[in-house]
């Protein structure tokens, strides 16, 4: 049978082009929330963080928007490069004390065509 | 400097044994993370250490697997009788405060290749 686990939801780009990756996530009580890529045979690399008490922040390149009424997270990526093919993972995580806790989804693959 | 290491990049073994993965954290680096990523999935949380402690190890998927921190740096996470669905990446990360109310960043190494025949 297929293996649904292999079939990343997948974002193809022009090189110079703006990317919008998507995740939705599940926990309400979620309070933290965080982007990282994966380059393929690597660990994950923190791109840019927010709190619950943001709904944007910036950092070089990327943007993060979080609308928590839907419980949707977005990562921006400006002028999108080779080098930022990758698959991308948002991860949230709850207060209380289980910040250390992440929860990851499925993740997105990014392919920038040159 | 130096990030998150882990040896061996990649492990073969043979159902029913005994195989231990290492992580070397960030120097300075108080928490230490384990993670598992089976193909085409996000990681999951295995266990957490705040020094020496494991504080969370909730994610452990049974009594096979176990994690130790003697020292308060270098992890080994270990795997008794394993079996051909423990094949995954082992992600470990560290982060320079413990979880709380102030999260910190989590710094991943490259992972382990743990491959079960």
């Known amino acids: 049978g297929e293996n649904v686990g292999l079939h990343l939801p997948t974002l193809s780009v022009q090189e110079g082009d703006n990317s919008i990756i998507n995740c939705a996530y599940s926990?309400?009580?979620?309070?933290?929330f965080i982007w990282y890529k994966q380059e393929s045979g690597k660990g994950p690399q923190f791109i840019i963080d927010i709190r619950s008490n943001m709904d944007k922040r910036q950092g070089q390149r990327v943007t993060v928007l979080l609308n928590k009424t839907v419980k949707h997270l977005s990562l921006q990526i400006a002028a999108t490069q080779p080098g930022d093919s990758a698959v991308y993972f948002c991860?949230?995580?709850?207060?209380?004390?289980?910040?250390?806790?992440?929860?990851f989804g499925k993740g997105t693959l990014l392919t920038v065509n040159p | 400097g130096a990030g998150v290491s882990q040896t061996p990049s990649n492990k073969v073994t043979e159902k029913g044994k005994y195989v231990e993965l290492r992580c070397d954290p960030i120097s300075g680096h108080t928490a230490l993370y384990w993670y598992r990523q089976s193909l085409g999935q996000g990681p999951e949380f295995l266990i957490y250490?705040?020094?020496?402690?494991?504080?969370?190890d909730s994610g452990l998927p049974n009594d096979r697997f176990f994690a130790v921190r003697p020292e308060g740096s270098v992890s080994t996470l270990k795997i008794q009788r394993t079996e051909r669905g423990d094949s995954a990446v082992y992600l470990c990360?560290?982060?320079?405060?413990?979880?709380?109310?102030?999260?910190?960043?989590?710094?991943f190494g490259p992972g382990t290749r743990l491959t079960v025949l």
């Open positions: 250490f705040q020094g020496t402690g494991a504080a969370d």
């Open positions: 991860a949230e995580s709850t207060g209380g004390g289980s910040n250390y806790k992440l929860t």
């Open positions: 990360a560290s982060s320079l405060m413990p979880g709380g109310i102030y999260t910190d960043t989590q710094y």
């Open positions: 926990n309400s009580a979620s309070d933290y």
